[in-house]
């Protein structure tokens, strides 16, 4: 009796509590919680938040296809300036006796780091291979029935760049290990590049030149260098005259974010305060929204980019009949608008306001490293023989997976995460055909 009538008052108290209680955690606060979040297009695959258990197929039914795009692991920054350019302030106000201790401590970290990066610059790192091991056993682990199917095929497709070719590599070494028998096909061309790494059209680079003033406006707003200078130099009036003192803390900010792309022990985000990972993430999150999304500002028209993707995937699904696997590995440049392209959750997302913006999107939960969008399809288990993907009234089910995550779908269902594949094929028909009159 005292077991039922404690149940009782917690439930009549959790009634009573304000709704706020049960909310959802803002970006600050998950931020707040996990800083490695902050790093956007870089935060390492294994350090976002662990997946949740996968919902189990409708009775009767077992998974048959993947249709799946996905990022190149973690990798060495671009450019060399990216590493060169703080090292060099940092340097050169050491040669004037103007960096405080903290300042020479995080020029010797960096200056031991940096000969680490000549000639990887882009290059995939230990790290970056590694996740995409854990989600080559992962997608083995999740959907049995297509991977260790016996003779399975495996068609894997990358871009022309390194790194995301050494990602399809890992990826299939897990797919190979787990099923003996699966038949591979791995390609590398510049005949895949149309729709790997697609080229922006005109009309989408003419409607994305509005988003540079928009942003710029919001890395003057959000920057605030003044706190960082003082740790890191012992003259504030020499930093006046001598740094670009916002340019410096933002790339500086991509340097520490990046150390999580490697097996080092050297550590950077903790010079920066809780509000300034804030304040510089919500910038990214900004640019890149503004750059890759369906932003209102920039007419909502960014994520055609990848129609010749989305219409490769389709048209893969199409010809398919039996069991099998269609692998694609490119850029985070591709994933973020695909995803955005197939109204993901709410990658899909039009948002007025941005400084509301981190409320509904934001890009820690689309595009780390080794980010992937998976279609996986499902058919009856006693149905015998080909399917015809492209029949408006075949039995077909599809899920889709973001980073391994069950995600909505833009079109109606009575069983989520599953939807009906003639549904949403005729859905992402209708919206591509309207873009490309």
Request: glycine letters at 4%; hydrophobic letters at 40%; aromatic letters at 10%.
């Amino acid at each position: 009796m005292k077991k039922i009538l404690t149940f009782l008052l917690v439930a009549l108290a959790a009634q009573l509590l304000p709704l706020s209680l049960f909310a959802q955690p803002t970006a600050r606060e998950e931020i707040a919680a996990n800083p490695f979040l902050c790093g956007s297009n870089h935060l390492d695959y294994d350090n976002y938040p662990a997946t949740a258990p996968l919902t189990p197929a409708p009775k009767g039914y077992v998974p048959f296809f993947m249709n799946h795009y996905g990022r190149h692991g973690s990798r060495w920054l671009l450019n060399d300036n990216e590493y060169s350019r703080s090292i060099n302030i940092l340097k050169r106000a050491a040669e004037q006796g103007k960096l405080t201790a903290t300042g020479s401590e995080t020029l010797a970290k960096l200056e031991r780091f940096y000969p680490c990066t000549i000639k990887r610059l882009g290059d995939l790192t230990t790290v970056g291979e590694r996740q995409h091991h854990g989600i080559g056993r992962r997608m083995v682990e999740h959907f049995p029935e297509i991977f260790k199917s016996k003779n399975v095929p495996i068609d894997a497709k990358s871009t022309v760049v390194i790194r995301c070719i050494l990602s399809m590599e890992a990826e299939c070494e897990e797919l190979a290990a787990a099923n003996p028998s699966a038949r591979f096909h791995n390609d590398v061309s510049e005949a895949f590049q149309y729709y790997l790494n697609a080229p922006r059209p005109e009309n989408i680079r003419e409607s994305n030149r509005k988003q540079g003033d928009i942003a710029r406006r919001y890395r003057s707003r959000l920057t605030h260098p003044e706190r960082l200078m003082s740790v890191l130099f012992n003259d504030q009036q020499w930093v006046q005259d001598s740094v670009d003192a916002g340019g410096f803390m933002r790339q500086f900010f991509a340097i520490a974010n990046n150390m999580q792309s490697h097996d080092t022990d050297i550590e950077l985000l903790s010079l920066f305060t809780a509000d300034e990972l804030y304040d510089l993430w919500r910038i990214k999150n900004i640019e890149w929204y503004l750059d890759h999304a369906h932003a209102p500002q920039t007419d909502g028209l960014m994520p055609f980019t990848q129609t010749a993707l989305l219409r490769n995937m389709i048209a893969t699904a199409d010809t398919v009949t039996c069991t099998q696997a269609a692998l694609r590995f490119g850029h985070e440049v591709c994933v973020l608008p695909l995803a955005c392209l197939l109204e993901l959750g709410t990658c899909g997302a039009r948002v007025e306001n941005l400084d509301e913006l981190d409320t509904v999107w934001r890009n820690y939960n689309i595009f780390p490293m080794a980010c992937n969008i998976q279609l996986i399809y499902y058919r009856p288990a006693k149905s015998r023989g080909p399917v015809n993907m492209t029949d408006p009234n075949a039995d077909i089910l599809v899920k889709a997976l973001l980073n391994e995550r069950e995600v909505t779908l833009p079109v109606p269902t009575t069983q989520h995460p599953y939807y009906r594949w003639a549904d949403l094929r005729a859905y992402y028909l209708k919206k591509l055909d309207s873009f490309e009159k």
